[in-house]
C-alpha cells in the first residue's frame, strides 16, 4: 500500500537545518497496525505527517498504490488526506465553538457529503460517546474529547488512521480505553499507524518501528499471524479524478453554517465590525432618500406650474445708468394674451395679476395672495378644483365676484366646514366662493395653498385696480415647439409694441422645463454628492472588516491547520472566509437600510423633509455591502489558504 525510499526531510529554523528524516525507506500493506516510537526529536512526527500527506519529502521516493505521490499538487493531497487517511492528535485539536456531533462532521464538510448527521452518530456511537453528543469540548474529559477525535478520524471511512501520541495526556484508565477502540478497528481490518515514546504503549501494536536522530533503527513484528489482505484495494485514481466544486449548494451552506458559528461565538467583536458598515449604509440610504425626495417634491411643485409653459414677463430697461421698474417700458394687456392665444404653436393662455388682499369671513380674516386668471389657469396650470367648479368664460367677461380658495386659506377661515357657496369678503368687497383647489404644497415661491383666485378682469377692474397684467402664460402644443413658440411670441410682442433693439430687453419669456431640468440636474449632483460622502463610511467600516478578519486568521491558525488537515483545500479556506467577511457586511448592510429608512421617516416627522426610499438605493447599497465583504475579505481569506498545515498545528 506505502513505500518509501530513502526519504530525506530537513528545516530550517534560522540559519540551522535540523535533519528530521535520513534515507528513510519503509513498506506498508493493508491491515497493520504499527507503532513508531523513539525518544523527542527522532523524527517520528515527521514521518507520520509525511505519510499522512500532510508534508512532502525534499528527496526520496513516497509511493501509493504504486504511483508517486512527491509531484502531486495541493489540492489532490488534500483530497488524499481527506479520502484516505484520519488523523488523531494529541492535542484532540477539537473546534471550540462545535458540538462533538459537528466536530465529527467536519471531514465529511470537505468530502462533498450529504447526510452528514446519521454518519457522523453512527460513528459517535463506535466509541461510546451517544449521550454526549451535544456538548461542547469545553464540556468533556480528556478522554472524551479523544473519542470524539477518533469518530472524527474514521467519519470518512479512511484506510489510514495515523495518530499522533493519542495517549499523551491521558490517565492510564483512559489510555488503556483509547488503545483498546485502536485493538478492535484494526481487528476488522483498519490499517493504523501510532506515534507513541512510551514502549508499554507501543506493545499494543503487531509492528514497532524505532526511531533515532531521523533514521530508523528497529523494524520488528510482533504478530507473526498478520497475513497481507490482497482484497484490500486503494482507489486512488477515483480520488484524484473527483472535482468537487466549492459553490454547489451543499457546500455553501456548509460554509455558511461555518461561518454564522464563528460569528455567533464572537458577538461583540462581530456586532463592532459590522457596525461600520451599518453605520455607512444608514448614512448613504438616508442621504439617498432625501435626495430623492426633494428631487420628487420638486418635480410635484414644477409639475404644479404646467408642463410645456412659456411665462411671458415684463422686464426691466437700462436707461442712463439707471435701472427702470419691470414694466416701465413694456406693458402687457388683456388684448396682448387675446393676439397670442391666436398664433398657430400656442394650445392656451391665461393672463394674471398678483396682488395681496384682507380676507373676511364670519369673525375669522386672513391675508393672502390674491391672483386674477383667465378661463384656462385651470388646465394651464394643473389647478382643476377638487371641490366646486372654475368660473366660466361669461363670468370672467361680466366681471362676477366668484372666487376659487387654496386649502391654505380654507383651513384658516372655515375649519372643518364646507366653503362652497359661503360668501367672503376681500378686501371689503364681497365674493362667492365656486370651488377648492387642489394641494400644491410648499415650493420656492412659498405656500403655494394661501392663495385665492379670480377672473383676472375682476382683479384688475374692481379689486386691484389694475390696467396691465403682471405676466401671460402661454400652453405650447409640443415640447419640441417650445423653441419655435418662443421667437414667434418674441416677434410677435416686437412688432405689436414697436420694441427696438434697445427695448427688447424689456421683457423676457421663461421657458419653465429648462427651469425644471437645471433643477433637477443640481438636485441630482446634490444626491450624488451627498450618496459619494456617504460612502466614504462604507469603505472605512470595510477596513475594520479586513481587520478583524486578518486577526481572526491569526486567532484561528490551528483551526485552520485543523481544517487542512482533514481534507480542506485552499479554495475552500477561502472561501470559508469570505463567506464570513460577506455574512458580516450583509448583515451590517440590512441592518443599515433599516436603520437609514429609519432615520429618513424620523427626518420627514419632526424636519418635514420630503423623503424616498428607493429600491434602487436599496439594491445598490446591499450589493455595494457584499462588494465590501469580497473585497476587504479576500486578502484575510488568501493568507489563511496560504498557511502550511504542520506549522498553523504547531503555532502557539
Not at 526531510?9 to 528513510?24: H, M, N, P, R, S
Request: proline share 3%; aromatic share 6%.
Amino acid at each position: 500500500m506505502i513505500e518509501l525510499n530513502n526519504v530525506n526531510k530537513t528545516y530550517k529554523t534560522g540559519k540551522i537545518e535540523v535533519k528530521a528524516l535520513q534515507d528513510v525507506s519503509l513498506k506498508i500493506v493493508p491491515g497493520e497496525f504499527i507503532a513508531i516510537i523513539g525518544p523527542s526529536g527522532s523524527g517520528k512526527s515527521t514521518l507520520l505527517h509525511l505519510l499522512g500527506f500532510l508534508d512532502k519529502p525534499d528527496s526520496g521516493s513516497y509511493c501509493l498504490n504504486g504511483k508517486e505521490t512527491s509531484n502531486f499538487t495541493d489540492d489532490e493531497l488534500a483530497l488524499l488526506r481527506n479520502r484516505m487517511a484520519g488523523f488523531v492528535f494529541q492535542q484532540f485539536h477539537l473546534l471550540p465553538r462545535m458540538t462533538a456531533l459537528e466536530n465529527v462532521e467536519l471531514p465529511l464538510t470537505y468530502a462533498g457529503k450529504k447526510r452528514h448527521t446519521e454518519k457522523a452518530k453512527e460513528k459517535i456511537k463506535e466509541v461510546g460517546l451517544t449521550h454526549r453528543e451535544f456538548h461542547r469540548p469545553n464540556e468533556l474529559s480528556g478522554g472524551e474529547q479523544q473519542r470524539v477525535a477518533i469518530a472524527r478520524s474514521l467519519v470518512n471511512e479512511p484506510l489510514i488512521i495515523l495518530a499522533d501520541e493519542p495517549t499523551g495526556n491521558l490517565d492510564t484508565k483512559t489510555e488503556e480505553e483509547i488503545i483498546s477502540i485502536f485493538k478492535r478497528l484494526n481487528s476488522e481490518g483498519q490499517t493504523i499507524i501510532m506515534v507513541t515514546h512510551e514502549k508499554d504503549i507501543a506493545r499494543h501494536a503487531k509492528r514497532i518501528i524505532e526511531m533515532r536522530d531521523g533514521k530508523i533503527i528497529d523494524d520488528k513484528t510482533t504478530d507473526e499471524k498478520f497475513a497481507f489482505s490482497s482484497e484490500k484495494t486503494i482507489p486512488l485514481d477515483d480520488i484524484l479524478t473527483q472535482s468537487r466544486s466549492v459553490l454547489g449548494t451543499a457546500r455553501f451552506m456548509d460554509h455558511l453554517h461555518q461561518a454564522l458559528n464563528a460569528i455567533v461565538t464572537h458577538k461583540m467583536r462581530s456586532f463592532l465590525s459590522m457596525l461600520g458598515i451599518l453605520i455607512g449604509v444608514s448614512a448613504v440610504i438616508t442621504m439617498l432618500a432625501l435626495g430623492e425626495g426633494a428631487k420628487q417634491s420638486m418635480s410635484e411643485s414644477l409639475a404644479s406650474l404646467g408642463t410645456n409653459l412659456l411665462t411671458v414677463r415684463p422686464g426691466a430697461r437700462h436707461m442712463g445708468g439707471v435701472f427702470l421698474e419691470a414694466g416701465a417700458v413694456t406693458r402687457f394687456t388683456l388684448e396682448d394674451a387675446e393676439v397670442i392665444s391666436k398664433l398657430p404653436l400656442v394650445k392656451r393662455v391665461s393672463p394674471y395679476v398678483t396682488g395681496r388682499g384682507q380676507l373676511v369671513h364670519s369673525n375669522k380674516n386672513w391675508n393672502t395672495q390674491i391672483m386674477g386668471v383667465g378661463v384656462n389657469y385651470a388646465k394651464i396650470r394643473s389647478s382643476v378644483p377638487i371641490a366646486g367648479r372654475f368660473f366660466t368664460k361669461k363670468e370672467l367677461i361680466g366681471r362676477q365676484k366668484v372666487a376659487l380658495l387654496g386649502l391654505t386659506v380654507v383651513d384658516n377661515l372655515f375649519g372643518n366646514k364646507n366653503p362652497i357657496g359661503a360668501t367672503v369678503k376681500i378686501n371689503r368687497i364681497n365674493f362667492r366662493v365656486i370651488g377648492i383647489l387642489p394641494k400644491k404644497g410648499s415650493s420656492f415661491h412659498g405656500d403655494q395653498d394661501d392663495v385665492v383666485i379670480i377672473p383676472v378682469t375682476t382683479a384688475m377692474y374692481r379689486l386691484l385696480g389694475r390696467e396691465y397684467v403682471n405676466s401671460i402664460d402661454a400652453e405650447i402644443k409640443q415640447a419640441d415647439l417650445m423653441e419655435k413658440a418662443k421667437d414667434s411670441i418674441s416677434n410677435l410682442i416686437i412688432k405689436r409694441h414697436r420694441l427696438n433693439e434697445t427695448d427688447q430687453a424689456s421683457f423676457t419669456i421663461r421657458n419653465m422645463a429648462e427651469i425644471q431640468e437645471i433643477l433637477e440636474s443640481t438636485t441630482q449632483t446634490m444626491t450624488m454628492l451627498l450618496g459619494f460622502i456617504a460612502a466614504i463610511s462604507l469603505l472605512v467600516g470595510g477596513i475594520g472588516i479586513m481587520n478583524i478578519m486578518l486577526v481572526s486568521v491569526t486567532e484561528r491558525t490551528k483551526e485552520i491547520g485543523l481544517r487542512k488537515a482533514i481534507g480542506a483545500r485552499k479554495k475552500d479556506i477561502m472561501m470559508q472566509f469570505l463567506v464570513e467577511s460577506v455574512v458580516m457586511t450583509l448583515s451590517g448592510g440590512i441592518m443599515g437600510i433599516a436603520f437609514g429608512a429609519g432615520a429618513a421617516i424620523l427626518l420627514s416627522i419632526f424636519v418635514g423633509w420630503a423623503i424616498k426610499v428607493s429600491l434602487f438605493s436599496v439594491i445598490i447599497t446591499t450589493a455595494f455591502s457584499i462588494g465590501v465583504g469580497i473585497t476587504f475579505g479576500l486578502w484575510p481569506a488568501k493568507q489563511a489558504s496560504k498557511l502550511d498545515p504542520i506549522q498553523a498545528l504547531r503555532y502557539g
